[in-house]
């Protein structure tokens, strides 16, 4: 990949109408390589870190990076690890947070996103938002004075992805020219997934039904910046040789036509037939919460390849390399 057609950090904000004094962390696709390379590495040496503390998962990095700094955090979703590993990410780096549910919020009542992030920048150092819907993400982020992350929205989830990478370079080493391969509904873990094969420079390849494929958006950034990322109705095609193959769940908060998700969606299941296709080393990795029986056997998820757990507790690590990194530290 030619990275020069990757545009500087500033553009892509400047294009949202952004403003540039502030990291936001709002999706892989708004920042450069060197970004992400990174906050992967330092979530290295967090994490080293923290394995020296084993006495206890409350300890307080000696350097005490964030402190005094304040995390709000915004939750119109349910949450469980993205909760907890933010809560403890900042406590871990010397920080606070403070946790705000939607129906807490004056947001239930009518106030609008603008107006909350204004006030949000008067009392906070900066802001993390698991959003229903992207828009709301990315108009908080324009009325905001400090950074905003984002900790999910329908649209993507590059926290997860993140974490994915971190994982993968634990136990098979540099991602870079490596084959992922993605099977199942394109959700908004896949989307994100898309943004890192470009800028880490691996390999995707997308196993989908037709009716459930990446939406055009995100098809003309992949065809705009080179990413090696491919989509074929064939899930045996998708996971022939991968190094590491991911799911997500078939059936997500809100879906109504679960009859049909789940018969289209069926071909698509992580199973023995499929994990075998891939490289005997390769790992399997899934964001969870999963559905045992549905888009993963149990036999894979509880079994060798999966790193379903490791991948889980990086959470930790890479929030906290994503605060320092948003916090310019």
């Not at 971190?166 to 943004?195: M, Q």
Request: net charge neutral; with cysteine.
């Amino acid at each position: 990949m030619n990275l020069k057609n990757l545009k500087l950090f500033s553009d892509r904000m400047t294009n949202l109408n952004l403003k540039t004094d502030y990291r936001h962390f709002l999706d892989l696709s708004y920042l450069l390589p060197r970004d992400v390379r990174y906050i992967i590495e330092k979530a290295k040496v967090l994490k080293v870190i923290a394995k020296e503390k084993k006495q206890s998962k409350g300890f307080i990095h000696p350097d005490m990076p964030l402190k005094d700094q304040a995390l709000a955090m915004i939750f119109e979703k349910p949450s469980t690890r993205t909760r907890i590993s933010f809560e403890m990410a900042m406590h871990q780096l010397g920080g606070k947070t403070v946790v705000l549910q939607d129906h807490d919020m004056q947001i239930s009542r009518g106030e609008s996103i603008s107006d909350t992030a204004r006030v949000l920048s008067g009392f906070v150092d900066a802001i993390m938002m698991r959003a229903n819907n992207h828009d709301n993400l990315l108009e908080m982020a324009k009325k905001s004075q400090v950074p905003i992350i984002n900790a999910l929205t329908n649209f993507s989830h590059p926290c997860q992805v993140m974490a994915d990478v971190l994982t993968f370079e634990e136990h098979l080493g540099p991602i870079t020219g490596r084959k992922i391969a993605w099977s199942g509904d394109v959700t908004n873990v896949a989307v994100s997934w898309i943004h890192a094969a470009a800028l880490f420079d691996c390999e995707l390849a997308i196993g989908c039904h037709r009716d459930y494929s990446p939406p055009k958006q995100v098809i003309d950034w992949i065809k705009n910046n080179n990413g090696r990322v491919t989509i074929t109705e064939n899930p045996i095609e998708a996971v022939q040789g991968a190094d590491c193959i991911i799911t997500d769940t078939f059936i997500s908060m809100g879906d109504k036509d679960v009859n049909k998700r789940l018969k289209d969606l069926s071909p698509y299941q992580i199973n023995e037939n499929l994990m075998k296709r891939a490289k005997p080393s390769a790992i399997f990795l899934h964001c969870l919460p999963a559905h045992r029986g549905e888009e993963v056997t149990e036999d894979i998820i509880d079994g060798p390849q999966s790193l379903v757990w490791h991948e889980a507790e990086n959470r930790l690590h890479i929030q906290k390399a994503i605060l320092l990194w948003c916090f310019g530290k």
